[in-house]
């Protein structure tokens, strides 16, 4: 399986973001989906995810009245919608790809995200 995400880029606090990952591969329906951020200087962490039946799980309180995640299988596309963005969001956000929704093989390239203050 081959992830690119897209739709990064620099938005004022308050303001919203969708970011996409195209997925390649047949499968794409088997598998979870998650969405990982990485601040700098800090680790890598999840922060949402869906898995293949639909089941969305958090990872950081903070996003879960602010952040969606959905897919479109027939697309292969996995989508995280951002609302009321905030500094402490600012990160390269990853999507990645897995058997579970704990656990995931592929990753696709990461896409900025800034938010101003």
């Known amino acids: 399986v081959q992830l690119q995400a897209s739709g990064g880029g620099l938005v004022q606090a308050g303001g919203s973001l969708r970011l996409s990952c195209a997925a390649s591969?047949?499968?794409?329906?088997?598998?979870?989906m998650g969405w990982f951020r990485q601040a700098p200087g800090k680790e890598r962490e999840c922060v949402i995810a869906?898995?293949?039946?639909?089941?969305?799980?958090y990872y950081v309180d903070s996003v879960m009245a602010r952040f969606t995640i959905s897919r479109d299988n027939a697309k292969k596309m996995v989508y995280l919608q951002m609302n009321n963005l905030k500094p402490e969001d600012t990160a390269v956000y990853y999507c990645?790809?897995?058997?579970?929704?704990?656990?995931?093989?592929?990753w696709g390239q990461g896409t900025q995200v800034t938010v101003s203050s």
């Open positions: 990645a790809a897995g058997w579970r929704i704990d656990s995931y093989a592929y």
């Open positions: 591969g047949r499968t794409f329906s088997n598998y979870a």
């Open positions: 869906i898995s293949a039946s639909g089941i969305t799980a």
